[in-house]
């Protein structure tokens, strides 16, 4: 990663921090290098990572993160307090948004939260160019599937979510999304 790519991706994390209680148990979708975990420190009781970058199953901390891709990757045991997906929704095909939601739903305590991040279909265009002036490395830009961001709305709908919050950062250009489970 380079220095944008961190940037970025702190900016992404700080926005998720806010929605995060202390001794909170969240599934990282796209946990990268645990970065989400180490951010919670302490107020992190437990942490699962699921990662398709990384190659073997690795610790951070007393968290584990393993190779694979959501929901096939997952942990076995539930009423989990969050699961986030940082700038991961845009490299999920739409086939699979409805396995994707039933796995979020079934994971999470009652009043658990999903927490995604999201760029506005315009940043892939930013990005290329970033990327081909070498300032970025833009993650797995290769497999953004021209999603739109009022997409994850109807992904993520009631009855059996409730979008608690809708905001917009990093100049517009990206989207905040939080559903609790109902």
């Not at 307090?81 to 939601?101: K, Y």
């Not at 739903?105 to 279909?121: F, N, Y």
């Not at 009631?158 to 990206?174: E, I, K, S, V, Y």
Request: with cysteine.
């Amino acid at each position: 990663m380079r220095f944008i790519d961190r940037v970025l991706q702190r900016w992404r994390i700080r926005k998720a921090l806010n929605f995060l209680p202390s001794g909170v148990r969240v599934i990282d979708v796209g946990a990268h290098q645990g970065e989400l975990f180490k951010a919670l420190g302490k107020n992190l009781t437990e942490g699962f990572g699921v990662e398709p970058l990384v190659h073997k199953e690795m610790k951070v901390g007393g968290d584990s993160i393993t190779r694979g891709f959501f929901p096939e990757g997952r942990p076995e045991s539930k009423s989990w307090g969050a699961l986030t997906m940082l700038a991961v929704l845009e490299h999920i095909p739409e086939n699979q948004h409805s396995v994707l939601a039933d796995a979020c739903h079934d994971l999470l305590a009652k009043g658990g939260r999903v927490i995604i991040t999201v760029p506005s279909k315009a940043v892939d265009t930013v990005l290329e160019i970033l990327k081909a002036i070498g300032l970025i490395d833009g993650m797995s830009l290769e497999e953004h599937y021209g999603f739109q961001p009022r997409e994850t709305v109807r992904i993520f709908s009631t009855p059996r979510f409730h979008l608690r919050r809708h905001a917009r950062f990093q100049l517009g250009l990206n989207h905040l999304y939080v559903f609790e489970k109902v």
